[in-house]
């Protein structure tokens, strides 16, 4: 696994309650989305090794400190049916998701297939890390939980594969939001992660 993690100075939530930042002008959309886009795309352009890019791109998340109004209003509230993922931007190289997840939701155990730098927006994101219990050959290895990981607003990733077998978590008590870029044109269909059977061995790409 090749990690780079940090945590921004000042988080997402502290700008996110401000007074004045409540009611962004209706043209306000996609806040700081243009800069992000620009600065994201300098670092694929400049470096192809996968962790290298990570590592760049999580630095742009941490110097332009996007806020959770890359969302509107409606899609900050999030789904009772489940996490939802809004694709804000798509090129060749690289793609820009938000993830807003309501308390108690979680995803499948998975990992990734390219590289991802992520920020936490909003709320606290919390991640399972899982490993194989060395029982078993082939599709009878068995994943067991092996780790956990508390990121608060504010918290900076980027990793490559091979990643950590991961499921993430909202195991806080408000809506949590997380900006996700990827290696990979998401406009093409591209899976970019694998999720995995409780069993242990992946089954679909997602
Ligand atoms: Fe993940």
Redo the contacts with the bound molecule.
């Keep these: 696994m090749t990690t780079t993690s940090a945590t921004a100075s000042a988080t997402a939530s502290d700008t996110a309650s401000g007074t004045a930042c409540d009611s962004p002008a209706a043209d306000d959309t996609r806040r700081g989305l243009a800069e992000l886009i620009e600065q994201i795309r300098r670092c694929t352009a400049a470096e192809s090794d996968p962790a290298a890019t990570a590592r760049l791109v999580a630095g742009v998340l941490i110097a332009l400190r996007p806020t959770a109004y890359l969302l509107t209003a409606t899609e900050r509230e999030g789904s009772a049916d489940g996490y939802v993922r809004h694709t804000l931007h798509t090129e060749p190289t690289f793609s820009i998701s938000a993830v807003v997840w309501r308390p108690g939701q979680i995803?499948e155990i998975?990992?990734?297939l390219v590289w991802?730098s992520f920020l936490v927006l909003q709320g606290v994101e919390t991640?399972n890390i899982f490993g194989f219990d060395g029982v078993g050959v082939g599709d009878d290895r068995r994943l067991v939980q092996v780790g956990r990981r508390r990121r608060p607003a504010g918290s900076v990733s980027g990793v490559a594969p091979p990643?950590d077998i991961?499921?993430?978590h909202n195991t806080g008590d408000e809506t949590a939001i997380t900006l996700?870029v990827y290696g990979a044109d998401l406009s093409q269909g591209t899976s970019v992660?694998r999720i995995y059977r409780t069993e242990g061995m992946p089954c679909e790409g997602s």
Excluded: K, M, P, S
């Design positions: 995803t998975h990992d990734h991802c991640e990643d991961h499921q993430v996700h992660r």
